[in-house]
C-alpha cells in the first residue's frame, strides 16, 4: 500500500482539532509507550499520540488497567515526548489519579503538563466528571473526554461489552458528550458504542468524537499500537485490525538468531573485531589475514 502523507503537515494542537472536523478532515490517533514507538508513529503521520493507560494491559502485563499508577504513565509519557514533533501528545489519567478530590486531580494533571510535558490529558467518564474538567480547563489543562465503555470501570461493570445499546442508555451517552463538551474538552472518545450512536453523538457536538469500536462515522480513530500490528496476546475485539504480524515477524527473527548461534555461525569475523598487527606479534598471537 502506498505511503500517503498526512495532509496536514503543521503541529497537531487541540484547538486546531475542531476546525480539522469542520472541514471534514478524517485524522487518526494511536498509543504510544515508548520513545522509537513514537517516532515511528510520529513520523507516520499520525496526527494524535495518547499514552493510554492499555499500557498496563500491552506493556506491563497487567489484567486491566485499574492497577496502573500516575509514576507508571509518567515515565512512559516522558519517553514519548522525546520521540513526537508532529502529533499532538495526550496522556492517560490513570485510575485513582483523579478520584480523591480535584486538587488532587489538577495535582496529577499537572505532573503530565509539566513533568511529562504532555499537551493534554484525557478522563474517562462522563457527567460525573463535568466538576473535574472545568477544573481542569480553568487551571488552563486541555482536556480529552472518553466515554461509552470506560475500561478503568471493570469492577463495576463486570466485563468489557458495548455500551448504549437501550434506548435509555443511548440518551444517557448522548448527555454525557454534551455534558463534556459543556464542559470544555476539545475531543470525545467513544470506546465500544453502537455505530448508530456515535454518529448521533459525532453529528450532534461540534467537538471532534475519536471513535474505538464505535464505527466509521467517528471524527478519529484510535486504536491501541498492539493491536493494530499483532504484538498483543489474547483474543482481539472485533474492530481491532491487525495491519501486521510482528509477534511472527519477531519469533521468526530471535529463533533464527539463536539458532545461529548454536550453530556457530553468529558471529562471523566480519560482526567482531580483530586485534592490531603489532599487538598480536608482540603477544605471538596468529591473526586471520
Ligand atoms: O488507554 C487507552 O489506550 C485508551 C484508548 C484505547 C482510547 O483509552
Excluded at 500500500?1 to 478532515?25: D, F
Excluded at 500516575?70 to 483523579?98: C, N, Q, T, W
Excluded at 450532534?204 to 471513535?211: A, E, F, L
Amino acid at each position: 500500500m502506498p505511503y500517503l502523507k498526512p495532509e496536514r503537515p503543521e503541529k497537531v494542537s487541540a484547538p486546531s482539532l475542531r476546525a480539522s472536523k469542520e472541514r471534514g478532515e478524517k485524522l487518526v490517533c494511536l498509543t504510544a509507550y515508548d520513545y522509537p514507538t513514537a517516532r515511528i508513529v510520529d513520523e507516520a503521520g499520525i496526527d494524535i499520540i495518547l499514552v493510554g493507560d492499555s499500557l498496563g494491559n500491552v506493556v506491563l502485563g497487567y489484567g486491566n488497567t485499574v492497577p496502573v499508577t500516575l509514576d507508571e504513565i509518567l515515565i512512559h509519557v516522558k519517553a514519548v515526548r522525546r520521540g513526537v514533533e508532529r502529533a499532538l501528545l495526550v496522556a492517560d489519567m490513570p485510575y485513582g489519579s483523579f478520584h480523591t478530590g480535584a486538587d488532587d486531580t489538577v495535582r496529577a494533571a499537572l505532573r503530565l503538563v509539566k513533568e511529562g510535558e504532555a499537551e493534554a490529558v484525557k478522563l474517562e467518564g462522563g457527567q460525573k466528571r463535568v466538576r473535574l474538567v472545568k477544573r481542569l480547563v480553568h487551571e488552563e489543562i486541555s482536556v480529552m473526554g472518553h466515554i461509552g465503555l470506560t475500561p478503568q470501570s471493570i469492577n463495576q461493570l463486570g466485563a468489557y461489552r458495548v455500551q448504549g445499546k437501550t434506548a435509555d442508555a443511548a440518551r444517557r451517552l448522548l448527555d454525557d458528550a454534551y455534558a463534556l463538551e459543556d464542559a470544555g474538552v476539545f475531543a470525545i472518545v467513544l470506546e465500544l458504542v453502537p455505530r448508530e450512536i456515535a454518529q448521533m453523538i459525532t453529528e450532534s457536538v461540534k467537538v471532534p468524537t475519536i471513535g474505538i469500536g464505535a464505527g466509521v462515522h467517528c471524527d478519529i480513530q484510535v486504536l491501541v499500537f498492539h493491536d493494530l500490528l499483532g504484538m498483543a496476546f489474547g483474543k482481539l475485539p472485533r474492530f481491532v485490525r491487525e495491519y501486521a504480524n510482528l509477534r511472527e515477524t519477531i519469533t521468526d527473527a530471535v529463533t533464527h538468531w539463536a539458532e545461529d548461534v548454536r550453530s556457530g555461525t553468529y558471529p562471523s569475523d566480519a560482526e567482531s573485531y580483530g586485534l592490531p598487527a603489532e599487538a598480536a606479534e608482540e603477544l605471538k598471537i596468529e591473526t586471520k589475514k
